[in-house]
């Protein structure tokens, strides 16, 4: 049961800003939104999670609509080293709910 | 720190051998989960220990897959008898609380030949 989408795959130019768009339409009050990714034959990893306010740090940015329907992470200078299986995940902050997740998209940086 | 811990990398065994795969998760996290990669079905999770203790295994595709946490530093996923569909990567994963970010280990490739 799917609570976000993510396109499948996008190319980004390296140096240029990756925008990785999801789609969490039957988001509840009380769920955040995390994003991993995971680089080939790594396990995954985390990059950044809000609630509803835009937040950032050293890895990204993420921006949440104002419905909280959907969000995009924003890579600002994406290098060849971006290149992975980034997964947008809504989970509950509260009580005993793991991490479920999806198929994600494969963000591919080009030279 | 060193991370999570994994045992062994790779893995490669025949037909109703039994496998146990092994997990150190990071120092003072309460939290650890078992996952399981394959392309098709991507990253599912298994079950996951909070304190120790077993909180949801729904997760376990079949009795023959058990796992176990005897103390808050190692956690053992076992399979018997193995299987050549049990064939993907198995990642372990810690964190302080089931809710907060998890850190992953760097996975088992299993093959059952």
């Known amino acids: 049961d799917a609570k976000t989408t993510q396109p499948p795959s996008m190319d980004c130019a390296e140096g240029r800003a990756a925008n990785l768009p999801c789609n969490h339409s039957?988001?509840?009050?009380?769920?955040?939104v995390y994003w991993y990714r995971q680089i080939h034959s790594q396990g995954p990893q985390y990059i950044i999670h809000?609630?509803?306010n835009n937040e950032t740090n050293e890895m990204a940015s993420l921006i949440i609509t104002e419905d909280r329907k959907s969000s995009t992470l924003i890579l600002p200078h994406a290098t060849l080293r971006d290149t992975a299986v980034y997964y947008c995940i809504v989970r509950e902050w509260s009580g005993n709910t793991p991490l479920v997740f999806g198929k994600g998209t494969r963000l591919s940086v080009i030279a | 720190d060193a991370g999570v811990i994994q045992s062994p990398r790779h893995e490669v065994t025949e037909m109703g051998q039994e496998v146990t795969l092994r997990c150190k998760p990071i120092?003072?996290?309460?939290?650890l989960f078992w996952y399981r990669q394959t392309m098709m079905r991507g990253l599912e999770l298994l079950i996951y220990?909070?304190?120790?203790?077993?909180?949801?295994d729904s997760g376990m595709p079949e009795d023959r897959f058990s796992a176990k946490m005897p103390n808050a530093s190692f956690s053992t996923l076992k399979i018997q008898p193995s299987e050549p569909r049990d064939s993907a990567v198995y990642f372990c994963a810690s964190s302080s609380l089931v809710n907060e970010k998890l850190f992953f280990g760097s996975g088992t490739q299993l093959s059952v030949l």
């Open positions: 809000g609630l509803k």
């Open positions: 220990f909070n304190n120790n203790v077993p909180i949801d």
């Open positions: 120092s003072g996290h309460n939290s």
């Open positions: 039957t988001i509840s009050g009380n769920e955040y």
